[in-house]
């Protein structure tokens, strides 16, 4: 089973710090970001990694290399200069990513969701073409993305109970994005609004740490935490 980690966006709410240095390469308790998955990815057991890139992507594959300093071989998928979105990016790396259900990750996240969880669910999964990690709303995103029916994603609003956020973590099936047409841009969120309308996406809730690091506010505030639980 491999996972992708997705890396190409341009962190337009974290400039200046983008402006010189991709997100996932900005530090948070002493190690880039992207590095915290990928030394999580390896500690569960994880070998095959594709990463895709675009904005100062070449900084990402000189500081990652082949992924053999994490015991990781990294396959890079790189894109053109403003990137595909979350959907067309994916779309884009499916030659990597092969026939079997994937991880998927998001490059600006920091959280402790177990990564070793992914290869039972890619066993669980059933007819669902996707399985989202969801988390509590942050205070920047109160309203949540979708709510959870058991282990079924439905749409927020209309009496479905309370909306949770969408973690940037989800294990797919390949063929969940056979509609993005190869080298477009598309966005997640049309395919996952049609996919919850099949019925066809699971999900659960993550109760443990989990920071979207979107300004760089928060990315102190991380910086801070991680450096505090370093000293505990």
């Known amino acids: 089973m491999k996972a992708m980690i997705l890396a190409a966006g341009r962190g337009e709410r974290l400039r200046p710090l983008t402006d010189t240095t991709p997100k996932p390469l900005l530090l948070a308790g002493g190690k880039p970001l992207i590095v915290w998955h990928l030394e999580r990815l390896a500690a569960a057991g994880w070998c095959e990694v594709v990463i895709n890139h675009a904005h100062l992507g070449e900084q990402i594959v000189a500081t990652l290399g082949d992924g053999r300093a994490f015991g990781l071989n990294i396959a890079y998928s790189p894109e053109p200069a403003g990137a595909l979105e979350t959907?067309?990016?994916?779309?884009?790396?499916?030659?990597?990513?092969?026939?079997?259900?994937?991880?998927?990750?998001?490059?600006?996240?920091?959280?402790?969701?177990?990564?070793?969880r992914a290869c039972h669910l890619a066993h669980t999964l059933g007819k669902q073409d996707a399985h989202l990690i969801m988390v509590d709303n942050p205070r920047h995103h109160p309203d949540g993305d979708f709510c959870l029916d058991g282990d079924a994603i439905i749409e927020a609003g209309d009496g479905n109970g309370s909306a949770l956020t969408y973690a940037g973590i989800a294990l797919f099936r390949p063929d969940f994005f056979s509609t993005v047409p190869v080298g477009a841009t598309m966005k997640l969120r049309p395919l996952l609004d049609d996919g919850i309308a099949r019925r066809k996406i699971?999900?659960?809730?993550?109760?443990?740490?989990?920071?979207?690091?979107?300004?760089p506010a928060r990315l102190v505030e991380l910086d801070m935490e991680l450096a505090h639980q370093g000293k505990l």
Do not use: K, M, Y
């Not at 994916?90 to 920091?110: E, K, S, T």
């Not at 999900?203 to 300004?215: L, M, S």
């Open 87 to 116: 959907a067309g990016g994916i779309a884009a790396a499916l030659p990597l990513l092969g026939a079997h259900p994937f991880l998927a990750v998001n490059g600006d996240i920091w959280c402790d969701w177990d990564f070793s």
């Open 202 to 215: 699971s999900g659960e809730r993550h109760a443990g740490q989990w920071v979207d690091v979107g300004t």
